[in-house]
Structures are given as C-alpha cells and as structure tokens.
C-alpha cells in the first residue's frame, strides 16, 4: 500500500479528552490509552483470536494499540497465546481483516451522516455545505491528483482534513465509481468519525511524507 499523508491535522496526535474516555494497556507496548486509540480482541467460543471494533463482544479483552506495527509484533511472536496462557487461532490475515473493518466502520459512519443530511460528496457541493456549517472535517481521497488535493486544501480553510480512504471507498457512499471530496458536519457522527479515522490511519499510514 502506498504510503498515506494526512492533510491538515495528525490523525494519530488528536487529543482524546481523558475525562470521557477509559484507558486500557496495549499487551505488546505496555502503554495505557485511551480505548478510543485501541483495538479491542476477543477469543471467541472455538478458541480463534477475533477483532471487536465497537468493543462490546463478550469475553475478556485483549487490548492493542491502534497500529499495524504492534498488530503484527503480536502476530509474529505468539504474543496473543503467551497473554491468554492457551492454545488460540490466529488469522494470518488478522491485520487486513482489522483493517477492513475499520473501514467499513467509517463508510457505515460516512453512509448515516449522508442519509442525515450531514454529508456531501463532490466540490460544488462542498462549497456551499461549507459555507452553511461552520465546524466540518473534510475527507480527501489519498489517490486523488495533487490538483486536486490542493484544490481541496484551498475550499476546505480551517476545516480538519483527513485522507485515510481511497476514492473507490468514499464512492460506494454516494452510488459512484469515485468520489474525491467528501464533507461531514463536526457534530456526533462527524466527531465519531475523526476517532475510527485515527485507529484506520494506524492501520494505513506506512510512513510520514
């Protein structure tokens, strides 16, 4: 995957306020954070390792910070059987079915703020969304020329800009082939979406360009 560079706002240095927020610690880091910045696992009745993105599955769970490095490091050094002290399945494409999850979690995000009236796709449209409302996070296809993204950057002001999706991705929202410009109001389905945005960007960015 080509490396991702996040417009406008560091997606994995937004700040998580720590009094709404419960803390747990990554078993490969050690590190306490906030849950909103972890991915919670479970093992499920027939002993395999399985992701719970929305952290409401039973069972007790196993924390990991929000990334593809420490996703990994866990996987190749056994460390979910050494935690668990037990014999548990681990896909070995555990780390793009985490990914793919997020994201469906964010279009399905993206899909309820559009049916809301939240939501446009397209730059003539954003144009006057962005003029109505005054907080919205602007979400810029990572495949998109570099006309655009700054095209983009210049209508987009002082709103947070985030490029963790492909423009095949932002368009199954709006029944298009594409879309490159997407915006969503900064109210409860925009702010969620900036925190399942942070935990895909760890999944994704690679390295910082």
């Excluded at 479970?42 to 002993?47: C, I, K, Q, W, Y």
């Excluded at 395999?48 to 196993?62: A, F, S, T, Y």
């Excluded at 469906?104 to 899909?111: A, F, K, T, W």
């Excluded at 915006?183 to 969620?192: C, E, S, Y």
């Amino acid at each position: 995957m080509s490396p991702i560079q996040t417009i406008g706002c560091d997606l994995l240095s937004l700040p998580v306020k720590k009094d709404c927020s419960r803390q747990r610690r990554c078993f490969v880091s050690q590190e306490k954070q906030p849950v909103e910045k972890l991915v919670r696992f479970v093992v499920s009745p027939d002993n395999k390792i399985v992701p719970d993105i929305e952290h409401c599955l039973p069972g007790r769970g196993l924390w990991l910070k929000a990334s593809r490095d420490i996703v990994e490091r866990a996987c190749n050094k056994q460390l979910f059987e050494k935690n668990m002290q037990a014999n548990v399945e681990v896909d070995k494409n555990l780390i793009e079915v985490v990914e793919e999850l997020l994201v469906q979690q964010c279009l399905n995000l993206i899909g309820l703020a559009r049916r809301a009236g939240e939501a446009v796709a397209g730059f003539e449209k954003m144009k006057t969304f962005l003029s109505r409302h005054g907080a919205c996070v602007v979400f810029c296809a990572y495949d998109c020329t570099i006309e655009s993204r700054q095209r983009m950057i210049k209508l987009a002001g002082a709103a947070q800009v985030v490029d963790v999706f492909s423009s095949m991705e932002l368009g199954r929202i709006f029944n298009r082939k594409r879309t490159v410009y997407v915006a969503v109001v900064k109210k409860q389905l925009g702010m969620r979406l900036l925190v399942e945005s942070t935990r895909l960007a760890g999944f994704r960015i690679s390295e910082k360009v």
